[in-house]
């Protein structure tokens, strides 16, 4: 059973550019959380999500920031129009029925 | 709002010596606590979950406790390894939040064990 995949691992856009940051849970896993890793901070919670719904997005930026878990394949975050305060490393998290979260790499985003 | 710290933000020991990592939240009123490891440039990986109903958890040479009341956790790592360096993580759902699962984190504490 492999983990949860996040792809890419890195990624530098330009200021002004979107940036598409794709998770692919764990097999049978139907609850998937985004998180925003700031240099020198902590893990702050983006949105959560289940298939076709976002059930919280209390942790989203207002403007800019997206994301969804379609029915058919990965959970999309996107960022449009990257600015570099957006530079961070992005962690998707997926769980089943359990709580236990279950972490991916990341995607290293770099806003030049 | 609910507000997780740890302290210290960095900590090195030689091996063989016992680690000691403290966490502490502002409001008692959590569902879970979670300790979790963090390697440079990975993902992170639980190391332990703890009920807000238990008062410790323990894994091989993890230990950790809960004294919801005091709004705190610990976390022993027992005979420690080279292996052992890496950032820990402290995080607690809420239980308001406890439907959805959300993590709340603390800033982390560096280990590093001095072969």
């Known amino acids: 059973n492999a983990g949860v995949m996040q792809n890419p691992r890195h990624l530098v856009r330009r200021r002004g550019q979107e940036a598409r940051l794709r998770c692919s849970p764990m097999?049978?896993?139907?609850?998937v959380y985004w998180y925003r890793q700031l240099p020198e901070e902590g893990l702050k919670f983006m949105v959560y999500?289940?298939?076709?719904?976002?059930?919280?997005e209390s942790g989203m930026p207002k403007e800019r920031f997206s994301a969804e878990f379609p029915k058919e394949g990965p959970s999309i975050l996107r960022i449009q129009q990257v600015v570099r305060g957006d530079s961070a490393a992005y962690f998707c998290?997926?769980?089943?029925?359990?709580?236990?979260?279950?972490f991916g790499p990341g995607t290293r985003l770099l806003v030049l | 709002k609910q507000e997780v710290t740890q302290i210290p933000a960095a900590l090195s020991v030689p091996e063989g010596e016992n680690l000691v990592l403290n966490c502490s939240f502002t409001?008692?009123?959590?569902?879970?606590l979670q300790w979790f490891r963090q390697d440079p440039g990975k993902g992170l990986t639980s190391l332990l979950l703890i009920q807000s109903s238990q008062r410790e958890q323990t894994s091989g040479r993890l230990n950790a406790s809960l004294d919801k009341s005091s709004g705190r956790s610990t976390l022993y790592i027992a005979a420690s390894q080279p292996g052992d360096s890496a950032t820990y993580l402290c995080?607690?759902?809420?239980?308001?939040?406890?439907?959805?699962?959300?993590?709340?984190f603390g800033g982390g504490t560096r280990v590093l064990v001095k072969p």
């Open positions: 409001d008692s009123a959590i569902y879970n």
């Open positions: 097999k049978g896993h139907s609850h």
């Open positions: 995080a607690v759902v809420e239980e308001v939040w406890a439907a959805g699962n959300k993590l709340t």
């Open positions: 999500l289940q298939k076709e719904n976002i059930i919280d």
């Open positions: 998290a997926s769980r089943g029925a359990v709580e236990t979260q279950y």
